[in-house]
């Protein structure tokens, strides 16, 4: 408990820190976002805003999640509170960097560019296959992940994917995971506050993996490192926090793809790693209506031969052309998250609740 105490401290405060001086460095250096000429008009005047924030809540999660781990075993701890790191924890946290690193090569190339569009979709799609089929292979061979097809825990339906069967099935939700959050990332403090929301149910769900597996009578869980699952959680809500102070409407700096793809692919991790998978389209269900809204455009305008089922896709821009405030359609969003949430929560228990009695 008290490294993921340490984790939220420390990720939050190095993520403020870096954040604001990616936003002077990137302001002196006069490097700014190119905005979509396609999107919402009201849009334009963020044309220059600092981009790239991805880069301090990455980097503000590592270092809490490092840090913590330090401090914890300098502190040591008789009754082993102070867990080592552990290869879940940090296949998690390394698949985070990678996916932002794919991300960042993406917004230097907008940025040096000075247009909207980055690495193109086949260069951008193999970046991240690769970094999803990598922690795959990974987990298999390094950690006692499950091959199960899973909702709320191990067991529950006992359907082996198999090696191979499960590999595809991670590659796939790693990819949507990462490409949903990206796509979710188009109003100020959106995609950050609703992260939010899912690394604190994750937090929470690994948390309470972990004070379960003590319990030598009740075997409800069969889940790897859960404690330092729960520290890689805590510090990556806390990086969106800190982050969210200045990315929150009007925005002093955009998380670009370098944070959204980070954070898609460490929410898909730790449900992989908790074998929570299919529990994972509730707790990001603001992510999964946004997608959905552009795949029901899509499919739309093709039937209908150019007609539109929403103004403008994804959703949020739907609401902001239909007249709601930018900073109404974000919390209202903000709102479901956190119902979400609570809802994806109160599952995860009542499966507990079922499996115990």
């Not at 903000?334 to 995860?348: P, Y």
Request: net charge neutral.
């Amino acid at each position: 408990m008290i490294r993921i105490l340490l984790a939220v401290v420390i990720s939050f405060g190095a993520t403020a820190f870096l954040t604001q001086l990616l936003i002077d460095i990137l302001r002196i250096s006069q490097i700014g976002q190119p905005i979509r000429e396609d999107g919402p008009q009201g849009h334009i005047v963020k044309t220059g805003t600092p981009t790239m924030g991805g880069i301090a809540i990455v980097l503000g999660g590592l270092l809490g999640y490092l840090l913590s781990g330090v401090i914890g075993s300098f502190a040591g701890s008789a009754d082993g509170v102070f867990s080592p790191f552990t290869r879940s924890g940090l296949l998690v946290i390394g698949a985070t960097c990678c996916a932002g690193f794919v991300g960042f090569i993406d917004d230097w190339i907008k940025i040096s560019r000075e247009r909207n569009l980055g690495l193109n979709a086949g260069a951008k799609t193999a970046g991240m296959l690769g970094v999803a089929l990598g922690f795959a292979v990974l987990a298999l061979n390094h950690t006692g992940i499950s091959t199960e097809l899973a909702f709320a825990r191990q067991g529950l339906w006992n359907i082996d994917l198999g090696s191979v069967g499960w590999t595809i099935w991670a590659v796939l939700l790693i990819y949507a995971t990462s490409n949903a959050v990206n796509l979710t990332d188009g109003l100020d403090g959106l995609a950050a506050g609703s992260g939010m929301f899912s690394f604190a149910a994750y937090g929470a769900i690994c948390f309470w993996i972990f004070r379960q597996m003590d319990d030598p009578i009740i075997e409800v869980y069969d889940v790897d490192h859960a404690l330092d699952l729960a520290v890689v959680a805590a510090a990556l809500l806390a990086s969106c926090a800190g982050f969210l102070w200045f990315n929150a409407a009007p925005a002093d700096i955009f998380m670009g793809d370098t944070g959204s793809l980070a954070i898609g692919t460490a929410l898909a991790c730790l449900a992989l790693m908790t074998n929570t998978h299919l529990l994972l389209p509730i707790i990001g269900g603001v992510f999964v209506l946004e997608t959905a809204s552009v795949m029901a455009q899509v499919a739309f305008f093709k039937a209908t031969k150019g007609k539109r089922l929403f103004r403008m896709a994804p959703i949020h821009h739907h609401f902001e052309l239909g007249g709601w405030k930018e900073t109404k359609v974000i919390i209202r969003f903000w709102i479901i998250a956190g119902a979400l949430t609570l809802v994806a929560l109160g599952i995860f228990y009542s499966d507990y609740r079922a499996a115990v009695t």
